[in-house]
C-alpha cells in the first residue's frame, strides 16, 4: 500500500506524459539489484515510504539494494533502511548526483532531477523524472559523438528533441517515457560540453514536423556513402521527407567507403536458403551489371535479393554496395554507414563545418518539414 501511495504522490507531481517532464528507466539494460547514490553537489531529501524523509548532504553516499519486493538503503553516515521504494528528490536547484551500479559493465551517470528506486522482480527499477531540455545534451552527445561544430549540434538537438516527444509513450505500459539504452535513445546521464548544451539551450522546444504539424520519424545514420536512402526502401514505410537525397558532403569521411569479403561457401549456402541454384547468379556480380547507386534488391530466377536482408545476414556496414565474384570468395565494395535513412551524421557535420546553419542542414535531409515549437506539433495517431 506504501509503495501505491508512493508511486500516487509521483505521478500527481509528474504525470506521466506530459510536454517537458520524462520518466527515463536508468540502466535498463544490465537491470542492476543494487545501486550506489552519491551526492555530487547539493543536498538531496530521501522519501523511503515508511520512515518519512532524510536529508543527504553533499558527499553523502546510499547503498540500496533489492530485498525481495523491497529494498534495503544504508547511508555512509550509518541511516539504514527497508522500505517498499525510495525516492531521492533534489533539496534545491542545480542538485547532481551520481549513480552506480556494482559488478554493471555500464558506466556511472550524473543526473539530475528525482530519482526512485523500486524493486521489481529479479532486478531495481531506478526510473530518472527529469526534464526533456534537461536530459537532451546527453542524448545528443551520445548518438552524434564529441568534438563537432555548434550547427551540427543544433541540428542533432532538433532531431533528438523530436525522436524523444514522438515516442514518449513507447514505454506508457511499463510505467515510464523512455529507456536509457539504444532501444529509445543513449542517456548516459547530465554532460557539461558547452558546445552541445548551448546548441541545446539554443533550439529549446524545436521540432521537426511535417506539412500536418505532425512529429516526423526523425531517423539518422553515421554516413550516407553518397546517397541516403528511402525509408520505403528500408523499412516498407514511405515518408514523404524520407527520401533518397544524393549527399556531396559525406565524402570526406573514412566510413564513406568499405570493403569485405565472404566465403563462396558461405554465400553459396546462402543462395540456396532463397531457393537459387549457385552459379546461376552471375548477372548480380558488378563485372555484369554497372552500379548506379543504391540497388535496393536485386533478382535471379525470379527470387528476390534483398541488399538489406544481405546487410543483416553478413554483418555489412551498409546495404549499398556491389558484389563480385573473386572466385572462392566474394568481395562486396561498399559506401556508407548505418541504414542511410534521413540526417547522414558525417555529412550534418561537415555542413556546418561549411557555416551552413542546422535550418538548412534538417531542410537538406529532411525535405519539406519544417521546424516548429513543441508546442505547435501533434504526435501521430497510432493504430
Ligand atoms: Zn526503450
Ligand atoms: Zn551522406
Redesign the pocket.
Known amino acids: 500500500m506504501k509503495r501505491i501511495s508512493l508511486v500516487a504522490i509521483l505521478l500527481v507531481l509528474f504525470p506521466l506524459v506530459t510536454f517537458s517532464r520524462i520518466s527515463i528507466?536508468i540502466f535498463?539494460r544490465s537491470k542492476p539489484s543494487s545501486l550506489i547514490v552519491s551526492m555530487v553537489n547539493g543536498d538531496c531529501m530521501l522519501f523511503d515510504g515508511t520512515a518519512g524523509e532524510v536529508r543527504l548532504s553533499q558527499g553523502e553516499t546510499v547503498a540500496v539494494t533489492r530485498y525481495g519486493d523491497r529494498v534495503i538503503y544504508s547511508t555512509m553516515s550509518g541511516i539504514r533502511g527497508v522500505s517498499d521504494s525510495l525516492a531521492f528528490t533534489p533539496a534545491a536547484s542545480g542538485t547532481l548526483f551520481t549513480v552506480r551500479a556494482p559488478g554493471s559493465s555500464e558506466p556511472e551517470k550524473s543526473l539530475s532531477g528525482t530519482l526512485t528506486v523500486t524493486s521489481f522482480p529479479g532486478s531495481l527499477r531506478i526510473l530518472n523524472i527529469t526534464t526533456v531540455e534537461e536530459c537532451l545534451p546527453g542524448v545528443v552527445r551520445a548518438e552524434a559523438g564529441r568534438y563537432g561544430p555548434s550547427d551540427y549540434y543544433r541540428a542533432q538537438a532538433v532531431v533528438a528533441r523530436t525522436y524523444i516527444y514522438r515516442n514518449i509513450d513507447?514505454?506508457s505500459l511499463d510505467g515510464y517515457n523512455?529507456?536509457d539504452?539504444v532501444?529509445?535513445q543513449v542517456y548516459p546521464g547530465v554532460v557539461t560540453d558547452s558546445v552541445i548544451v548551448n546548441a541545446c539551450r539554443s533550439t529549446s522546444g524545436l521540432v521537426l514536423a511535417d506539412r500536418d504539424s505532425i512529429m516526423i520519424e526523425a531517423a539518422f545514420h553515421g554516413n550516407c556513402g553518397g546517397e541516403t536512402a528511402s525509408s520505403a526502401d528500408v523499412w516498407l514505410a514511405g515518408y514523404p521527407y524520407l527520401v533518397s537525397v544524393t549527399d556531396p558532403w559525406c565524402s570526406y569521411s573514412p566510413s564513406s567507403t568499405w570493403k569485405k569479403s565472404i566465403a563462396r561457401s558461405e554465400w553459396n549456402s546462402f543462395l540456396r536458403s532463397k531457393g537459387i541454384a549457385p552459379g546461376t547468379e552471375g548477372a548480380i556480380y558488378s563485372a555484369n551489371a554497372p552500379a548506379a547507386g543504391r540497388i535496393t534488391y536485386r533478382t535471379v530466377q525470379g527470387k528476390t535479393l534483398w541488399s538489406e536482408e544481405i546487410r543483416l545476414r553478413f554483418g555489412l556496414r551498409s546495404a549499398y554496395f556491389t558484389l563480385s565474384d573473386a572466385g572462392d570468395s566474394i568481395l562486396f565494395n561498399g559506401r556508407g554507414y548505418g541504414h542511410g535513412v534521413g540526417l547522414c551524421q558525417d555529412g550534418a557535420k561537415h555542413m556546418a563545418e561549411k557555416k551552413m546553419s542546422y535550418n538548412r542542414i534538417i531542410g537538406f535531409y529532411y525535405p519539406g518539414t519544417i521546424i516548429t515549437d513543441v508546442k505547435n506539433a501533434r504526435r501521430p495517431v497510432r493504430p
Open positions: 528507466r535498463a513507447r514505454h523512455m529507456c539504452d532501444h529509445c
